[in-house]
């Protein structure tokens, strides 16, 4: 080798190990595999919620279903806080409700906050022959619970997403007025018959000075063929989010489910996160097109585990799972 040819030799090599260096720097957070969703896993969820019957506060179905939630986090490592407390509804009852509220990588400061509720409606007043009875609550609560039970499961596992992640089980968020009805006057410091739970915690969080950066609940995102808008009060308070959040579902394929659309907003327990505890949450929540919100079968016994789908509680559940483990 001539002594120019050593030369340009020695360059080459530097500029070469030079270039690569910057490249491994830049983008470090892929290191981290995210686990892969099981629909079957969160269906089963869904399934054994259905199988103590409607989670309606002060029954017997909401106390075993309560009880199998806190022991279900636990196993999965989480440390986990019951808030217990009461609440009077638009008809007078007296409930005894509780928030789960379940903690992974408590050690961490970055924190993403997930929810859903857990308790099922008392009756199912939209449905045309069976107004005062009963319904399961397969998608209206059960399903959200059922993915993030899913999602809990990945938590506890050796492969952890490089943030904090809190799971709230909001309770009382069911028991809303019928539609049409007018209800009576709010007790002082109460915003909505509806959303019970979410009022309270936002006004008692679990920890002191908690926040986390921002939040995603998760209702009725089960359902077969449902579709999932930009739902307004996310877009106001949250809009970054829904950005992260279907831009990543389209990334993964689920655009079908997650439609680049904005529709009005609603009340849900997302609203007083946002308006009180002033965390961002956005609300990944069933649309139908032509129906509006919550689709034809809510609040009728037709909200079974008949209509849930493996296929749409993969696309929901594989899509936080892609956002939470993305973060740094």
């Known amino acids: 080798m001539t002594r120019v040819a ?17 490249k491994e720097e830049e983008n470090p957070k892929h290191m981290i595999p995210v686990p892969q969703f099981s629909g079957d896993s969160a269906y089963r969820f869904v399934e054994q919620q259905v199988r103590f019957g409607p989670r309606v506060p002060n029954t017997p179905s909401h106390e075993k279903a309560g009880g199998f939630l806190v022991a279900r986090l636990k196993q999965y490592g989480a440390r986990v806080i019951e808030q217990d407390f ?18 992974f990588n408590p050690q961490m400061k970055k924190r993403i906050l997930l929810a859903a509720h857990w308790d099922t409606r008392p009756f199912a007043d939209k449905d045309l022959n069976h107004q005062d009875g009963p319904f399961d609550g397969a998608n209206d609560g ?34 809303g007025e019928p539609e049409g009805q007018t209800p009576p006057e709010l007790p002082a410091g109460q915003t909505s018959w509806w959303c019970l739970g979410s009022q309270y915690w936002a006004e008692n969080k679990h920890l002191k000075n908690y926040s986390a950066h921002y939040g995603i609940l998760l209702d009725m995102v089960g359902a077969g063929r449902s579709q999932f808008y930009r739902e307004g009060v996310s877009l106001e308070y949250a809009g970054q989010t829904v950005k992260k959040v279907w831009d990543m579902a389209g990334k993964l394929g689920y655009s079908d489910y997650f439609v680049k659309q904005n529709v009005a ?14 965390i961002p949450m956005i609300d990944i929540v069933h649309y139908q097109a032509g129906v509006g919100f919550f689709g034809d079968y809510h609040h009728t016994t037709r909200d079974n585990i008949g209509i849930i789908s493996h296929e749409t509680l993969t696309a929901v559940g594989s ?3 892609h956002v939470l483990y993305d973060e740094e």
Do not use: M
């Open 6 to 22: 050593a030369l340009l030799f020695i360059l080459f090599f530097v500029s070469s190990c030079g270039s690569n260096k910057p």
């Open 86 to 103: 009461e609440a009077t509804t638009y008809d007078h009852e007296r409930l005894r409700l509780k928030n789960i509220i379940a903690s």
């Open 142 to 175: 059960a399903s959200g619970v059922g993915v993030l039970l899913e999602v809990a499961r990945h938590l506890g596992s050796e492969l952890k997403p490089t943030v904090g992640v809190d799971i709230i089980f909001f309770d009382g968020e069911d028991w």
């Open 265 to 278: 907003g609603i009340t849900d327990d997302h609203l007083f996160i946002n308006q009180i505890a002033k």
């Open 319 to 321: 899509t936080v799972l």
